[in-house]
């Protein structure tokens, strides 16, 4: 562990901007604090590479365990109680490293993307909105950054109520129902995971109570204390996995809990939508990772078949909703729900492979779905609807912007050579050769006709709104402006980036901390095979 | 004749050819440059006619670099040096640029072992071949494409740049698709020349019908490269337990080293082999890309594009890839029969049926596309009677005189002001005298006319496919009379009769400007010529006792995966049986169509049967019906299912605390008597449950 203070800044920095929003004159003002703010919040996040090594593909593999290799630590203790204290303890691995330079990287490109607020048909102010924008991101950089199961679950609530208002607040005609519904789906996902919270720290045995995440995950004698427990009269870990999934469940989303998402995602301001796809989507997959896996690794192997199953159904339903729809955010929605449900896949599976290609996919995913939202927003502002029907042509237009438009959704197709690709790629390979279950291969066909089905809604909707002839309502359509290409081009950057050098920009940073999370599981599925084939009735 | 890795290769270095497909893409990255800078559209085509250029000369460099064993081998005799015994599977030279993604370290390794999917490149005598005419085709058409994209006033049509800018992009993908050394790489390749393809047929994205074609073709395209995906994942599978430290488990060399070990184990599926797996699998990315039945149906489509986009994607390079793939795996899928097997059956089906198409089209560039598909077909034969050199050689000479087709078809296309139905001009002769010396050289090359590139080729293929089976071989020799026929029907309908011009031709329409002439003389010679490196020329000959198939191409070939030729043995009647074949059919076509008559006789004579034919079947009618439409109302089920179905579920559960909420709402009226009465009721039942716990 290496303390450091550089986290603290990094959370709190945007909280500062929002108190700062409060008080400075002005309009312009309040948008100048907010696009500073999340600018240097971004700047900041990049001295965390001081501790990651790109270059170098073997470091942190071996030799060391999980959570011994944590950077910029502060743990204090935060609130004594009579078996252990909670603790403000915060630091990054491998792990939480590139999805906290993506949230910075993301909230700042939507604060840009806020800038055209005055232009936006809604009743309420600027400060408040930029406020909450700031408070959000205070939520995100901690829940990734939290190593206490406690702090964890603060930021998660933190983040929570300024989502609720910026939709509820600034969003389109259904925003009432689109975030109370956001909200109550949330805040049911939370109040289960809070129960595994307390079962947690009641489960262990005297002594070794803690909220920490890595001793949770680590301490031998907590381990067996969860191994043999019953937590009301059922097997301890597999009712806390159960418990904790459907909370981060919620969140990815995970059929069938995702109907929120498409509401949401049509109700929301574009930066909002941004940014919901782009982060708020990916804390399920990260709690996963952070939390299910490490602590209870043998109701994982217990779940794997049901979630596995669960990550395809998201792949191919995802893409089948996406194909029906005439509205281009709602197609955009359920193609997110679609791509998710390749982490979803590649984490079920627990192989190193695989959570390699999930946590790829969730990064790729956080560069290309906010890009697409942004895409969708860039033609909203202008023909404000969003009937895919009713367009035609608009590369004809928009040449900028329609190629920058062809290269979002390419990504998002999974083109070789960009980043989608990289993540289905692994996840499929991985689920292929997952030799320890029978059932990963029939798993993994099923999942890959994904792809075609992915391509179908893709190329068609590009074909009804890019491409045919120039419509004449829309022949007056100014081009991108220089701040919409700024918005873009870094995720177009990102996303060939991604595709070309994935070990350099991604793989190297994270592999040694996924590598630590296998390792911390029982010997290749041998409990798991059993129950698989109980349920499959073999 | 291995290529053993110290004498390959010393004109240039490795290195310097690896840079082959980075020219191209320069070309193309200053012509976005100048898009965005706003420059002027009508020097865009420099950068990317340089670029091709000089991966061009790299390319012919590396062809002849490649070939040294061979132009130094004293006295060829049939079989060459390589006679009696296959050479080794792994013969090829692997340049590794840059590691791409690693599986991870394996544990049971030494530390710091890792498992490598690299960006590296595989260089064999396939390679040189297919770059020498990839790049060297390319070359022709992108000059050509310099005057073709311009209107009558020489001025460049609207996206000139960017159409030079997708060409560069594409020269770049197809070198990358042919330089790989592994199956990744391989697949970026391939799917980044669909992505090109889809760009460029869309080409003109105004069109609704070019905007259906280029989606069309992607994802027709991505049903067969998802097959192709999962023979790749079955392969990494297959090969995991058997790759030793240091050998990345998806390289060529690899893969090819351990086929024999594939095609011994069995892979518990009905009885198949891994390497009937891997190969099935592996075969449906081919039969996508190069349009093999029965997902061809994109290829006629795909004629929506620019005239020389459709002579280079969708006749010359791209559709080759999948041929080029199941060639460069000769080792893998000669270790499975069952493969080898579905490709004949493919081949024949597909070469048939699309022949038969070709017969009642009127589109001069769909008639073309047609015969593409069918010769396609002829290639996949020879590869399923496992004779992948004359494969090869077919897609060689293939190149350049489809190529030449295409192009000539696109100065018609020109001069008639884009009107491209054969039924609305004949005659065109003498209003464009050089395009019908030059369509005559490609008509005859294609039909396969005796002494002609494409004679050659096609007659090895049909030698391999009777050796085969007489009926495979029989069934070729009717494709190859049909070929001849509706090929000059075309050309007779064109050109000869009496002339006849469309109003759309202008005043006076006439021959292309030399920069579009030019290279199409560079690819006639190639439609005449390029047969010779496949044929022997000397006294005792087996054809008009001068002419011996089997030549240095072969023997140039035999340095590569493919493994040594083995020289056809007998059947010298052959070569006059398809010789008068081809003969047959001109003269057939000649006695039909050479006075271009306003009313087609075929259409009378045949009836029923040509509608048919010209309706191609019905299997773009039946693909609708069958698959696009109950998929799309699949999409509406999901979403219905979605909206009522699950969201209702949830607006269930909600309406429960509602439902309670408004319900007991009730009890809260103001009235005091209720509250009181609720209170003592209350309590009375605390009691009572007090009691009854004690």
Not at chain 1, 132 to 141: A, D, K
Not at chain 1, 278 to 291: H, Q, T, V, W
Not at chain 1, 338 to 346: K, P, T
Request: charged residues 10%.
């Amino acid at each position: 562990m290496e303390p450091g203070n550089l986290l603290n800044w990094l959370i709190f920095l945007p909280t500062i901007g929002a108190v700062l929003c409060l008080i400075v004159p002005g309009a312009r003002a309040v948008k100048l604090i907010g696009v500073i703010t999340t600018g240097a919040t971004f700047v900041l996040s990049l001295g965390l590479f001081q501790h990651f090594a790109w270059w170098d593909a073997t470091r942190d593999v071996f030799g060391s365990g999980y959570g011994q290799k944590l950077y910029e630590v502060t743990k204090v203790t935060w609130i004594q109680l009579s078996g252990a204290p909670i603790e403000y303890f915060v630091g990054v691995d491998g792990l939480s490293f590139p999805l906290v330079i993506l949230t910075t990287l993301v909230t700042f490109l939507a604060a840009l993307a806020s800038w055209n607020f005055e232009h936006w048909k809604v009743s309420r102010g600027i400060r408040g909105y930029f406020c909450l924008f700031l408070l959000l991101e205070t939520g995100m950089l901690g829940v990734f950054c939290a190593l206490d199961f406690f702090l964890f679950y603060i930021f998660w609530e933190v983040m929570l109520l300024p989502m609720y208002f910026l939709i509820g607040v600034w969003g389109g005609p259904r925003k009432e129902y689109a975030a109370i519904k956001f909200f109550i789906y949330t805040l049911a996902g939370s109040v289960l995971m809070l129960v595994a919270l307390l079962a947690f720290y009641f489960y262990a045995p005297a002594g070794h109570q803690t909220f920490d995440l890595i001793r949770l995950a680590t301490d031998p004698a907590i381990q067996a204390a969860f191994g043999s427990a019953l937590f009301l009269g059922l097997k301890f870990g597999p009712v806390m996995f159960v418990l904790l999934y459907i909370g981060f469940a919620i969140k990815v989303p995970v059929f069938p809990f995702h109907t929120w998402l498409p509401d949401a995602h049509v109700e929301a301001p574009t930066p909002i939508s941004m940014i919901l796809a782009g982060i708020l989507l990916k804390m399920g997959a990260y709690g996963l990772l952070r939390i299910s896996y490490p602590i209870l690794p043998d109701a994982g192997t217990w779940a794997a078949w049901g979630l596995a199953l669960l990550g395809v159904i998201n792949i191919i339903y995802g893409a089948l909703c996406a194909m029906a729809q005439t509205d281009f955010k709602r197609l955009v929605a359920y193609s997110s729900i679609s791509h998710m449900g390749y982490v979803l896949l590649g984490l079920a599976i627990m192989t190193p492979a695989g959570f390699q290609g999930a946590m790829f996919q969730v990064i790729a995913h956080g560069i290309s779905s906010p890009m697409c939202f942004f895409l969708v927003g860039v033609i909203y502002d202008r023909a404000h609807h969003r009937e895919i029907n009713r367009f035609g042509g608009l590369w004809l237009t928009m040449p900028v912007y329609g190629s920058l438009a062809t290269l979002g959704f390419f990504a998002s197709l999974g083109l070789p050579g960009l980043c989608g690709f990289i993540g289905e790629f692994w996840v499929l390979i991985a689920t292929f050769s997952a030799e320890q279950w029978s059932w990963a291969q029939p798993m993994a066909i099923l999942a890959a006709t994904g792809v075609v089905l992915t391509a179908g809604y893709i190329l068609w909707m590009i074909q009804r709104v890019y491409l045919g002839k120039a419509r004449e309502e829309y022949k007056s359509f100014p081009e991108a402006t220089a701040r919409e290409i700024a918005v873009l081009a870094p995720f177009a950057a990102l996303a060939i980036a991604l595709g070309i050098l994935p070990q350099q920009t991604l793989f190297n940073f994270m592999n040694g901390t996924l590598h630590q999370i296998t390792n911390l599981f029982p010997a290749a599925g041998t409990t798991a095979l059993t129950v698989a084939g109980a349920l499959l009735g073999r | 004749m291995p290529l053993a890795e110290a004498q390959a290769l010393a004109i240039l270095s490795p290195g310097v050819y690896a840079t082959l497909p980075l020219w191209p893409l320069v070309g193309a990255v200053v012509v976005g440059l100048m898009i965005a800078g706003r420059a002027k559209a009508e020097r865009a085509f420099w950068p990317v006619v340089l670029g091709v250029a000089v991966s061009a000369a790299l390319g012919v460099t590396l062809f002849v670099d490649l070939g040294r064993p061979v132009w130094s081998a004293e006295g060829h005799g049939p079989g060459g040096g390589g006679a009696g015994h296959a050479a080794p599977a792994a013969s090829g030279l692997t340049y590794t640029l840059f590691n791409w993604m690693s599986f991870g370290a394996d544990e049971s390794l030494a530390p710091a072992t890792n498992r490598w999917i690299a960006v590296n490149f595989f260089f064999d005598g396939l390679t040189g071949i297919m770059l020498l005419f990839v790049t060297a085709v390319s070359l022709m058409v992108v000059i050509y494409a310099i005057g073709y994209m311009r209107d009558h006033h020489g001025h460049p049509e609207r996206g000139y740049e960017r159409f030079f800018a997708f060409l560069g992009l594409f020269v770049f993908a197809m070198v990358m698709l042919v330089l790989a050394g592994n199956f990744v790489l391989l697949y970026l390749g391939w799917e980044l020349v669909g992505l090109c393809s889809y760009l460029l047929i869309g080409f003109y994205y105004g069109k609704p019908e070019a905007a259906a074609a280029a989606k069309k073709a992607f994802i027709v395209n991505r049903i067969g490269d998802l097959g192709f995906a999962l023979g790749i994942f079955a392969l990494y599978q297959f090969l995991r337990g058997h790759v030793q430290p240091g050998e990345n488990p998806l390289d060529y060399a690899v893969v090819f080293k351990y086929a024999h070990a594939l095609a011994t184990t069995g892979a518990g599926l009905w009885g198949l082999t891994q390497a009937d797996v891997a190969s099935l699998l592996l075969l449906c990315g081919a039969v996508g890309k190069s349009a093999q039945f029965p997902l061809y149906v994109w290829l006629p489509d795909a004629m929506e594009g620019p005239t020389p986009v459709s002579a280079l994607i969708h006749a010359a390079t791209m559709v080759t890839a999948g041929i080029y793939m199941v060639a460069r795996c000769t080792p893998l899928f000669g270790a499975s029969p069952a493969a080898l097997d579905v490709i004949l059956v493919l081949g024949l089906v597909g070469a048939l049926l699309t022949a038969t198409m070709a017969m009642a089209q009127y589109d001069l560039k769909r008639i073309l596309a047609y015969s593409t598909i069918s010769q396609l077909a002829f290639m996949f034969v020879a590869l399923g009677c496992r004779a992948p050199h004359a494969g090869v050689f077919h897609v060689f000479t293939h190149a350049w005189f489809k190529a030449l087709l295409f192009l000539t078809a696109g100065s018609v296309m020109h001069a008639m002001g884009g009107v491209i139905d054969v039924r609305k001009f004949s005659g065109l002769r003498t209003v464009l005298p050089t395009t019908y010396r030059q369509m005559l050289i490609g008509c005859l090359a294609l039909a396969g006319f005796p002494l002609l590139a494409g004679f050659w080729s096609k007659d090895e293929i049909i030698h391999a496919a009777f050796e085969r089976h007489p009926v495979v071989g029989g069934l070729l020799l009717v494709t190859a009379a049909l070929t001849a026929y509706y090929t000059f029907r075309m050309f007779f309908l064109c050109f000869h009769g009496p002339q006849r011009l469309p109003p759309e031709a202008g005043a006076h329409p006439h021959d292309a400007p030399p920069v579009m002439t030019r290279p199409l003389w560079v690819l006639a010679l190639g439609a005449i010529f390029t047969g010779y490196l496949g044929v022997q020329v000397g006294a005792g000959g087996q054809f008009l006792g001068v002419f011996t198939p089997h030549y240095v191409f072969h023997d140039y070939l035999g340095q590569s995966t493919l493994g040594a030729a083995k020289a056809a043995a007998g059947g010298e009647w052959l070569m006059y049986v398809s010789a008068a074949v081809a003969l047959g059919g001109i003269a057939l076509a000649w006695a039909r169509y050479g006075r271009a008559p306003a009313e087609d006789p075929d259409a009378r004579l045949l009836g029923g049967l040509w509608r048919l034919w010209h309706h191609k079947y019905w299997v773009d009618e039946l693909y609708d019906r069958v698959f696009v439409r109950p998929l799309r109302g699949l999409g509406h089920v999901f979403f219905g299912t979605d909206r009522y179905g699950v969201d209702g579920l949830v607006w269930l559960v909600s309406a429960v605390p509602r439902g309670a909420a408004f319900a007991l709402s009730f009890l809260q009226r103001g009235a005091l008597q209720g509250y009181a009465l609720g209170m003592a009721a209350g309590v009375a039942l605390l009691l009572l449950i007090w009691t009854w716990l004690d």
